[in-house]
């Protein structure tokens, strides 16, 4: 079954610079996708960024960048040039690749807290 | 702006209500989902419906009637909720053709309290 892992409940970093989150995911299917989304606290799900499991390159977005390590089935997002508004929940995402009819679910991890401190 | 609209942003109700929460896609999606968010847990997939169609009814109590008139609509009908089916409801919309890369996108939400 798959499964998302975000072991940080809450971090801090300082206006300008970069972070890291940490996602690790469970899966023993080949054909995968990998997503993340930022939670403000207005509540809409605003999406990130998309990596794919048969993706070479480590997908970016402006200033965010995904950190594939498939051996080691991690996916952390990386924001650089941190800014006040950056300050939300971010949930990483996985859904596995369709078989047939059935559609792979979005499975969604706890979510990690970022706060931006100025 | 996601281009996908949920009304009405808050709802209080009581257990014996009747309620719908609506949500409206402006994107030319195929798929449309249900979430229910509580809080401090991850989202939690409710209803699944693609071209209209139902391919996905994740055990949601009877109490939750979702009814998908045409691509772009999507209905959560609420009766005899209880209070712990307060939290923040989610609805998203997609293009989806199989495989792995199904981009979701989201409405604001319907804060939901029961009371």
């Known amino acids: 079954a798959q499964k998302i892992t975000q072991t940080q409940p809450g971090m801090f970093v300082q206006e300008k610079e970069a972070v890291t989150l940490d996602c690790t995911y469970d899966?023993?299917?080949?054909?995968?996708?990998l997503f993340w989304y930022k939670q403000p606290s207005s509540g809409e799900m605003i999406f990130l960024i998309y990596?794919?499991?048969?993706?070479?390159q480590n997908a970016t977005e402006g200033r965010y960048s995904l950190n594939f390590q498939k051996a080691r089935k991690s996916a952390n997002l990386v924001i650089s040039a941190s800014q006040l508004g950056d300050s939300a929940m971010y949930f990483c995402?996985?859904?596995?690749?369709?078989?047939?009819?059935?559609?792979?679910?979005?499975?969604f991890g706890q979510g990690t807290e970022l706060s931006v401190k100025p | 702006e996601t281009g996908v609209t949920q009304t009405p942003r808050h709802l209080v109700m009581g257990m014996t209500n009747k309620k719908s929460l609506k949500c409206e896609q402006h994107?030319?999606?195929?798929?449309m989902y249900w979430y229910k968010q509580s809080a401090k847990k991850p989202l939690e997939l409710m209803f699944v419906?693609?071209?209209?169609?139902?391919?996905e009814n994740n055990s949601v109590p009877s109490r939750f009637s979702p009814e998908c008139p045409n691509s772009s609509h999507l209905f959560l009908h609420l009766h005899t909720l209880q209070p712990e089916d307060s939290a923040l409801y989610l609805c998203?919309?997609?293009?989806?053709?199989?495989?792995?890369?199904?981009?979701?996108?989201f409405g604001a939400g319907t804060r939901l309290s029961v009371l």
């Open positions: 419906y693609n071209f209209k169609e139902q391919t």
């Open positions: 995402a996985m859904r596995e690749g369709r078989r047939g009819n059935q559609g792979g679910k979005l499975i």
């Open positions: 994107l030319g999606h195929n798929a």
């Open positions: 899966t023993s299917d080949q054909s995968y996708g």
């Open positions: 998203a919309s997609s293009q989806d053709r199989g495989g792995a890369k199904n981009i979701q996108y």
């Open positions: 990596q794919g499991s048969y993706d070479e």
